[in-house]
């Protein structure tokens, strides 16, 4: 089963019993909280989760398939997730 956002609400809101307005707006600003650092260069470490940080791709040469030409890919930011260890361990152990 994957987990989307609304079965992770639901999930979280029948452990928390809380309502599902108050939920919402948990996760919500979580996300918003993880993006806004992650936008101002900064990392984000959820223990025994792992950490989301911004990562640095260089500048690369890429190529223009239909126009068989060469581009400058310029150097950028993406967002990148490291997984805590003990999290990696659980993963290992549990899923067959």
């Known amino acids: 089963m994957n987990l989307i956002y609304d079965n992770f609400k ?6 928390t019993n809380r309502n599902l ?3 919402d707006k948990i996760i919500e600003s979580m996300m918003n909280e993880i993006k806004d ?24 040469t890429g190529r223009n398939i239909k126009k068989n ?4 890919i310029p150097a950028h930011h993406i967002p990148a997730f490291k997984p ?3 999290f990696v361990e659980e993963v290992k152990n549990k899923v067959k």
């Open 10 to 15: 639901r999930v979280t809101n029948y452990q």
């Open 84 to 86: 805590a260890k003990i």
């Open 37 to 60: 650092s992650i936008s101002a260069n900064e990392a984000v470490f959820l223990r025994g989760f792992g950490t989301f940080k911004p990562k640095k791709r260089a500048e690369k």
């Open 69 to 72: 030409t060469t581009i400058i």
């Open 21 to 23: 307005e108050f939920t």
